[in-house]
């Protein structure tokens, strides 16, 4: 049976290992499949009913919950288009100090060109990372053809997939199709991406851990929604001299006026007239809405320490040391800190489970310069440096922006400063042209 029969099933085939599937209520209505690895018996369930999906203000955490909170979909769009958007090449180590792309290799063309028969490599790479972020675990299942080559990547939920090791610390893999059907890979046939992980076998899942910054998060957003919604917050009152009242002929019409601007309309902008002595009284902000708004920004910037993220990149700008930087300090600040974890997973579980092990000298890279692609003064510096100290000739130049090469421009120049040493001319020439 080929792994397409396996994993979608094939006529006539029992099904293997079949388990029974815990299905848990969602908060949007329905029914979901609970991840295997989190719920294996009765027990486990009813913990999971009782608490696992409920934090303590009262708000159930699931995905879908979750990516409704806007630091969480910020977090993990802003990590996960990181990834997917960065150039990621294989390269191959001629000696030790010639490098050069291998193009020509499959799993470039599947990281790069399509990695199954309805992704892109930025859907693929995105998805993947995505995963990661909720769930500290990314799969996919290898397809390969003949001369073990692979053709592609075919991703599989984290939700539908658990792990186990075996007694001589192999792994396997097993996954439950959208039918029930249980089907076992072995550890060379899946592609795993592990966030950080305290077994080395599963990453941890930071729905988790973040359950009750997300539930606090989500109970705030349900508050002022709630509040707003119904007109619960006054911005001002009218006010009578003393000894005045209104009588209900004058009531109904001032309500009436007032939810004519309220509505909007050819009214709104326009001032209302004030009769018998009305007057409009601002109310200011309550100490209790300055609490709550104080504390809806304590609960984002939890959401951001979780994942890593500067809170500026998503907008939080109070109290933020990182707004007078250049965007390549900014940006140099966010791969240091928070997606070199990522392209180094990546790269790892590249090299460990897509490329030839008989081969110590093929490797997977990103391309890090990237990360200031947008910042054309700063890229164009860096280009004139290495122009300047002979680290790049005009053609790497012209190479890197995309461009085609120009005649005579695989020169390197001599260090400004090698006046007097063997060697150098002292003029900035072309000593040294490349063969």
């Known amino acids: 049976m080929n792994w397409f029969d396996r994993l979608f099933g094939a006529p006539g085939v029992p099904e293997v290992m079949a388990e029974p599937q815990w299905r848990l209520p969602v908060a949007s209505g ?17 913990d999971a009913l009782r608490t696992g999906m409920t934090g303590t203000a009262g708000q159930p955490v699931t995905i879908d919950t979750a990516l409704r909170v806007a630091t969480v979909m910020a977090c993990v769009r802003i990590r996960s288009g990181a990834v997917a958007n960065m150039p990621l090449g294989i390269k191959e180590r001629v000696d030790e100090r010639t490098r050069r792309n291998r193009t020509d290799l499959p799993v470039w063309r599947v990281l790069n060109r399509r990695p199954n028969q309805w992704q892109r490599p930025a859907e693929f790479k995105r998805m993947m990372e995505a995963h990661v972020q909720l769930r500290g675990n990314g799969y996919a299942k290898k397809i390969y053809g003949v ?14 997939v658990k792990v186990d090791q075996l007694a001589d610390m192999q792994l396997v893999y097993t996954f439950i199709a959208k039918d029930g059907r249980t089907v076992v890979f072995p550890q060379e046939e899946i592609f795993h991406l592990r966030g950080l992980s305290l077994d080395g076998i599963t990453g941890l899942s930071p729905l988790t ?46 309500r009436a006026q007032l939810d004519q601007y309220r509505s909007g309309g050819s009214r709104d902008g326009k001032v209302i007239v004030l009769e ?55 940006g140099q600040s966010f791969l240091t800190y928070t997606l070199e974890d990522s392209l180094v997973a990546w790269e790892e579980a590249i090299g460990a489970e897509c490329l030839d092990w008989a081969s110590n000298d093929l490797y997977a890279r990103f391309n890090r ?5 947008a910042d054309l003064k700063s890229r164009w510096e860096a280009y004139v440096k290495g122009l300047q100290w002979g680290v790049y000739s005009p ?29 150098g001319n002292g003029s900035g020439g072309n000593s040294n042209v490349a063969a």
């Not at 053609?395 to 060697?423: F, I």
């Open 147 to 160: 001369g073990n080559k692979l053709l592609a990547l075919i991703p599989l939920h984290p939700d539908r």
């Open 369 to 373: 310069n990237a990360i200031v692609r």
């Open 209 to 254: 851990y973040m359950r009750e910054a997300i539930s606090t998060a989500l109970a705030m957003e349900h508050h002022g929604a709630t509040v707003f919604g119904q007109g619960a917050n006054v911005s001002g009152a009218f006010k009578l001299p003393a000894g005045r009242t209104l009588t209900v002929e004058q009531s109904d019409a001032l």
């Open 395 to 423: 053609n790497q130049v012209l190479q890197m922006e995309d461009e085609n090469p120009r005649d005579g421009g695989d020169v390197y120049y001599d260090p400004p400063n090698t006046a007097g040493t063997p060697g």
């Open 30 to 46: 329905g029914m979901r499949e609970f991840q295997v690895g989190n719920v294996n018996s009765a027990k486990e369930l009813a």
């Open 276 to 330: 018998d002595g009305l007057e409009f009284q601002q109310m200011a902000l309550t100490a209790e809405d300055a609490q709550w708004l104080q504390s809806r920004e304590f609960s984002r910037i939890d959401i951001c320490m979780f994942y890593g993220v500067m809170p500026h990149l998503i907008g939080i700008t109070s109290g933020n040391t990182q707004l007078g930087s250049s965007i390549e300090s900014q």
